[in-house]
């Protein structure tokens, strides 16, 4: 079974999908952060200063290395996001701004840039549907239930947040992607997740959970200057 752990920043998506792939023995796959690849990409750069060419070229990053991870994993995997993602957040930046950490605010009427970004993330957004329409069995969609991390790896608003987790639910929908919406504390996610789907336990929740935290204590979480 192919499952994309669904849901926008700070909603509990890599802790939940460590874990699961503990629990469940599926392999988890992932791409990169932009923080991670802009040292590699564009070297010097941060990403609050970056302009729309540079950010659809560190999008299109993750989108190849996801589609590439998910290539060599045809039959079961645990992605940790989707191929969706990269199109979501790069759509609502055209609501409310390419920076939105700055809260910044668009008018209705877009500015000639941002009417071509616009058009151009519609049609990324007719490959990443195909890819998720043909790459996933089933989407688990974490709601908003935590604060936002405010760690400098997010520069998202809490506007950003609301308008990412709707459109991401209204495109599961209209593509008629299997879904479900699962909440609560990571061990009531896992519990849930795994009765729903039938998917067996190699060991106990809890151990899966320090597992998956303690992953998540190792990984570089550096500035991208920093790297």
Not at 65 to 78: G, K, M, N, T
Not at 83 to 110: C, F, M, Q
Not at 199 to 220: K, T
Request: glycine fraction near 6%; proline fraction near 5%.
């Amino acid at each position: 079974m192919r499952i994309a752990v669904s849901g926008t920043y700070s909603s509990g998506k890599t802790t939940t999908s460590i874990a699961l792939a503990h629990l469940t023995g599926l392999p988890r796959t992932h791409a990169k952060t932009m923080r991670e690849i802009l040292p590699i990409a564009l070297p010097g750069r941060r990403l609050e200063d970056c302009t729309v060419p540079e950010l659809f070229e560190l999008g299109m990053i993750r989108y190849s290395e996801r589609a590439v991870h998910e290539s060599h994993l045809p039959d079961a995997f645990i992605s940790d996001g989707s191929s969706l993602h990269e199109w979501v957040y790069g759509k609502v930046r055209t609501y409310v701004g390419i920076h939105p950490g700055r809260e910044e605010s668009l008018n209705a009427d877009l500015t000639g840039e941002m009417r071509f970004f616009d058009q151009v993330i519609d049609s990324i957004g007719n490959v990443v549907k195909r890819h998720a329409k043909n790459a996933y069995d089933v989407f688990i969609h974490l709601p908003i239930e935590f604060d936002l991390v405010t760690d400098g790896h997010r520069p998202v608003s809490e506007r950003f947040r609301s308008l990412s987790d709707e459109l991401l639910l209204q495109s599961l929908t209209d593509l008629e992607i299997p879904h479900h919406i699962v909440g609560g504390t990571v061990a009531e996610r896992l519990r849930s997740i795994t009765k729903m789907l039938a998917l067996p336990h190699f060991m106990p929740i809890d151990q899966a959970i320090d597992r998956a935290e303690a992953e998540i204590r190792s990984l570089n979480v550096a500035d991208e200057l920093a790297r």
